[in-house]
T-cell receptor, first 114, second 112 residues
Framework: GAGVSQSPRYKVAKRGQDVALRCDPISGHVSLFWYQQALGQGPEFLTYFQNEAQLDKSGLPSDRFFAERPEGSVSTLKIQRTQQEDSAVYLC????????????FGEGSWLTVV | KQEVTQIPAALSVPEGENLVLNCSFTDSAIYNLQWFRQDPGKGLTSLLLIQSSQREQTSGRLNASLDKSSGRSTLYIAASQPGDSATYLCAALSHNTDKLIFGTGTRLQVFP
């Protein structure tokens, strides 16, 4: 595809359910990022991959959050035992890699926990 | 720890006005600073990227400036149009890191 693709676009989960959010980066992009954006706020960094290696996961809010990118392309962000405070937009972004390269964002996965 | 602040939080102007959005950051050791646009329900679109060695970047009616010493960047929008209505976010990339630190955004409405 031409851009970063995320699915599902919208997800309603009952509290305590597990959810999985998928990101298809732009083909050939080495770097992949996950951000969390609460309503009315700017995106907050969650985690970063370079190819299949997760180089930084300092932004993951708790051990209920887990991300993987096993083959260095598609990435999945998994949230276990969802809580209401997990309700947010989860944005995926990719770039060619290296500092200073343009970063391209997907349209996000909107998660609502009820 | 880098912190990014944007003012105003919201702005409503009539069509045709020139306007300035402000962004400040606490750690001047940045690699670059970027401005993004976000439409409701959409992801972020990169507008301008200013490297730390640059003072400004221009794209069409948009001009972004960077003053590292004072920790400030401004986004200037000339002759605003209703289609410019969106949230504008600035983000700083520090040296030795790959994560962007975002401000909370300025929500702009341009009315006809």
């Amino acid at each position: 595809g031409a851009g970063v693709s995320q699915s599902p676009r919208y997800k309603v989960a009952k509290r305590g359910q597990d959810v999985a959010l998928r990101c298809d980066p732009i083909s050939g992009h080495v770097s992949l990022f996950w951000y969390q954006q609460a309503l009315g706020q700017g995106p907050e960094f969650l985690t970063y991959f370079q190819n299949e290696a997760q180089l930084d996961k300092s932004g993951l809010p708790s051990d209920r959050f887990f991300a993987e990118r096993p083959e260095g392309s598609v990435s999945t962000l998994k949230i276990q035992r969802t809580q209401q405070e997990d309700s947010a937009v989860y944005l995926c972004a990719s770039s060619l890699g290296g500092q200073g390269n343009t970063i391209y964002f997907g349209e996000g996965s909107w998660l609502t926990v009820v | 720890k880098q912190e990014v602040t944007q003012i105003p939080a919201a702005l409503s102007v009539p069509e045709g006005e020139n306007l300035v959005l402000n962004c400040s950051f606490t750690d001047s050791a940045i690699y670059n600073l970027q401005w993004f646009r976000q439409d409701p329900g959409k992801g972020l679109t990169s507008l301008l990227l200013i490297q730390s060695s640059q003072r400004e970047q221009t794209s069409g009616r948009l001009n972004a400036s960077l003053d590292k010493s004072s920790g400030r960047s401004t986004l200037y929008i000339a002759a605003s149009q209703p289609g410019d209505s969106a949230t504008y976010l600035c983000a700083a990339l520090s040296h030795n890191t790959d994560k962007l630190i975002f401000g909370t955004g300025t929500r702009l409405q341009v009315f006809p």
